[in-house]
């Protein structure tokens, strides 16, 4: 089970693995500055600092930017979807499939090596057009 706190992301259930959770300014990551977010904007779909974020409220009046108290609305951040597409058994591999007997999500190895007599294995771009579904 994963759990967010803080600013860092653990997996929970005994390992070891901890992945930290970095929301950087959109606008000063254009400018090659890593400075932590404070906001985020939904319809802008950009997270800001908060200099930053005084000038996109005098830009987009109309825009309301979501602040730390409701991160839980902001997106997941890019090292936690990496780390969340990486193959469990394969690190160097993205998950692009998912067998429904197993309940797993595999990449092309795994399905080779451990799934070839599944018989209803799909990549998950084919599930995720024809049904809505919560993989």
């Known amino acids: 089970m994963a759990t967010v706190s803080g600013s860092s992301y653990s997996i929970a259930k005994g390992s070891e693995c901890e992945i930290p959770v970095n929301f950087y300014c959109s606008t ?3 400018h090659s500055k890593k400075i932590d977010a404070d906001f985020y904007c939904e ?3 950009k997270f800001f600092c908060i200099t930053c974020n005084q000038l996109h409220g005098q830009l987009h009046v109309k825009h309301t930017a979501l602040g730390r108290k409701d991160k839980n609305r ?3 951040s890019k090292n936690v979807e990496e780390f969340l597409l990486d193959c469990e058994d394969h690190k160097d591999k993205k998950v692009e499939m998912y067998c429904p007997e197993h ?6 190895n795994c399905v080779l090596l451990n799934h ?4 209803k294995v799909a990549l ?3 599930i995720c057009t024809k049904e809505s579904t919560d993989l």
């Open 28 to 30: 000063c990551e254009d």
């Open 43 to 45: 319809i802008c779909l």
């Open 74 to 76: 902001w997106p997941v």
């Open 103 to 108: 309940s797993k999500l595999c990449c092309a």
């Open 116 to 119: 070839r007599t599944c018989r």
């Open 124 to 126: 998950i771009s084919e």
